[in-house]
């Protein structure tokens, strides 16, 4: 199967340790949004992604739901990944359990951009089309979008 231009053209992220998190191959739970981290390969290099990830309530594993892929704007770079649910769909799925959406939200490192290699590479792996090793989960390849503010807009 083709890989979406949508995927493409968006999906990077260095991140230090900070925080608690559930790795990307642990059962998604529904209705809520965790703290994952996934290893992604950029430039080379091994590096570790953490984010948000939100499972709609009815998220079963047999239907397949669109992905939605947040990226923060630059006051939200750093090491404390709740500063990304102040804002847009990170914040709107900490009340609306039933959004109809997978949302991934990264966190940008402090002092940096956007990496597009490892944003590839962790919405592949979300949505089980790259060789990244991650529990994917079951997405509607052809409704994958990406939206976000200031920095990630």
């Not at 642990?26 to 209705?31: A, D, I, L, Q, S």
Request: charged share 20%.
């Amino acid at each position: 199967m083709k890989t979406p231009l949508m995927v493409t053209a968006l999906c990077g992220l260095l991140f230090p340790p900070f925080c608690t998190f559930s790795r990307a191959e642990e059962k998604p739970v529904p209705g809520s949004q965790v703290a994952r981290q996934m290893q992604v390969k950029s430039g080379g290099k091994e590096v570790t992604v953490r984010y948000w990830q939100f499972v709609p309530k009815d998220y079963d594993g047999e239907k397949s739901f669109p992905l939605m892929l947040f990226l923060h704007g630059a006051g939200e770079r750093g090491n404390n990944l709740d500063k990304v649910k102040q804002w847009g769909p990170p914040k709107i799925v900490g009340k609306l359990k039933t959004f109809p959406f997978v949302v991934i939200s990264p966190q940008c490192p402090g002092g940096t951009w956007w990496n597009i290699e490892a944003l590839y590479q962790l919405v592949g792996g979300v949505a089980g089309i790259s060789k990244v090793d991650s529990g994917s989960l079951k997405i509607d390849r052809r409704r994958m979008y990406v939206t976000g503010l200031s920095m990630g807009g």
